[in-house]
């Protein structure tokens, strides 16, 4: 009996001890981190390319975000500078958080679109569907040339009922190109949405 006091007593200090060591401060909950990447991916919209050549001030600073920064070399052997839908997605993200103690995990290559479809999915069209997409989730648009995830953006809003989603992408245009010249926000078809992930 004595051992098993003893047993017992140690267990609950040291859960008293590994409470007291992770105790962590009081962080704002999930729809208050959701709501300021909202601010922060809205903020952009209506930025355009300078030239629409994936080129620009604010197209540098999202590539930069994914370690990628447009070159004059690659813009004179392409006649354009890189694709960012999936850079913009990299900064609103790293943006929204960077004086915060929320760590979120930006997959690796997050300048390629596909990267973000790697892990956290919640929606493959047609297939699964293990929760409502909703706000700041990640989508992905699928291209048939290239056979692949080839455009990706944010959920602003997916209403239940109705056949649209309410999006903000870069790289866009007015009619929903992946090779735009800037931010929109966008009125897209569900049908049209291959795969959605959460990362927040």
């Known amino acids: 009996m004595g051992k098993t006091k ?3 007593g140690l267990v609950c200090l040291l ?4 409470t007291i060591g992770y105790a962590s401060p009081i962080t ?11 601010l922060t991916y809205s903020s952009q919209i209506g930025v355009r390319e300078l030239t629409n050549r994936n080129d620009g001030e604010k197209i540098d600073m999202y590539l930069a975000s994914t370690g990628l920064v447009n070159n004059k070399a690659y813009r004179a052997k392409t006649g354009k500078g890189y694709a960012w839908c999936a850079a913009f997605v990299t900064w609103s993200l790293k943006e929204s958080f960077k004086d915060t103690d929320y760590q979120i995990k930006i997959p690796s290559g997050s300048a ?10 919640i ?12 706000k700041t989730d990640v989508i992905g648009i699928w291209s048939p040339t290239e056979k692949r995830i080839g455009h990706v953006g944010f959920v602003d809003a997916w209403p239940d009922d109705g056949d649209y989603v ?13 090779e ?13 949405i291959h795969k959605v992930s959460r990362w927040i």
């Open 28 to 38: 704002k909950d999930k729809k208050d981190l959701i709501e300021k990447v909202a």
């Open 123 to 134: 929606y493959i069209k047609g297939k699964l569907n293990k929760v409502k997409p909703d």
């Open 166 to 178: 309410i999006t903000v992408e870069g790289n866009t245009n007015a009619a929903g190109s992946r």
């Open 112 to 121: 390629w679109a596909p990267s973000w479809f790697t892990a956290n999915v």
């Open 6 to 8: 003893t047993l017992f």
């Open 15 to 18: 859960l008293v001890g590994l």
């Open 180 to 192: 735009g010249d800037g931010v929109y926000r966008k009125r897209r078809l569900k049908a049209n």
